[in-house]
T-cell receptor, first 113, second 114 residues
Framework: GESVGLHLPTLSVQEGDNSIINCAYS??????FIWYKQESGKGPQFIID?????DKRQGQRVTVLLNKTVKHLSLQIAATQPGDSAVYFC????????????FGGGTRLMVKP | DTGVSQDPRHKITKRGQNVTFRCDPI?????LYWYRQTLGQGPEFLTY????????KSRLLSDRFSAERPKGSFSTLEIQRTEQGDSAMYLC????????????FGSGTRLTVV
């Protein structure tokens, strides 16, 4: 079936370095993508979103890139901080999916001081 | 408003017992969602309410599961005759109609069935 998945289950980076978390999706009807951050014992927290009519969107220290040709999504975190340590999920939905989000399996980001 | 509130935070129950969880959404949000999350996995959609109407239900929501939102405000999720496979984090989220897909999630209820 259609799915959203992540390439790397764990990413370890040095504090201050940039982090890149990747996600592949297979539903060509997806037209809206969201990155969530989930800390231990908490619910997912919205980070940034992007619509399919865009290929890049920037927030504070975060950038999301969308490549529709290869159905690939990435989250870039600049100057990674210890507080960025968490599990990151991409999620997708589309006009035919109603209000249902389909989440990937998550990537754990570990920031070394 | 302190965000989406879920109660209890943790629940341990014996197999075969019934459990009920409560979710209080952000007050001005008319949409409410339930998701289930197992360890290391992303949340999976269970059901969705717009006001008091339950508009979508996942195939994951077996007949042992029932959700209500009687007055369009708080919601309850009940699991009858719990099984060990029901052990998971149950997440509630809310959003405002016309506010896009940017849900606000609660911290979840961790269910352990022993």
């Amino acid at each position: 079936g259609e799915s959203v998945g992540l390439h790397l289950p764990t990413l370890s980076v040095q504090e201050g370095d940039n982090s890149i978390i990747n996600c592949a999706y297979s539903n060509s009807a997806s037209d809206y993508f969201i990155w969530y951050k989930q800390e231990s014992g908490k619910g997912p927290q919205f980070i940034i979103d992007i619509r399919s009519n865009m290929d890049k969107r920037q927030g504070q220290r975060v950038t999301v890139l969308l490549n529709k040709t290869v159905k690939h999504l990435s989250l870039q975190i600049a100057a990674t901080q210890p507080g960025d340590s968490a599990v990151y999920f991409c999620a997708e939905t589309g006009s035919l999916a109603g209000n249902m989000l389909t989440f990937g399996g998550g990537t754990r980001l570990m920031v070394k001081p | 408003d302190t965000g989406v509130s879920q109660d209890p935070r943790h629940k341990i129950t014996k197999r075969g017992q019934n459990v009920t969880f409560r979710c209080d959404p952000i007050s001005e949000h008319n949409r409410l969602y339930w998701y289930r999350q197992t360890l290391g996995q992303g949340p999976e959609f269970l059901t969705y309410f717009q006001n008091e109407a339950q508009l979508e239900k996942s195939r994951l929501l077996s007949d042992r599961f029932s959700a209500e939102r009687p007055k369009g405000s708080f919601s309850t999720l009940e699991i009858q005759r719990t099984e060990q496979g029901d052990s998971a984090m149950y997440l509630c989220a809310s959003s405002k109609q016309g506010g896009g897909y940017g849900y606000t999630f609660g911290s979840g209820t961790r269910l352990t069935v022993v």
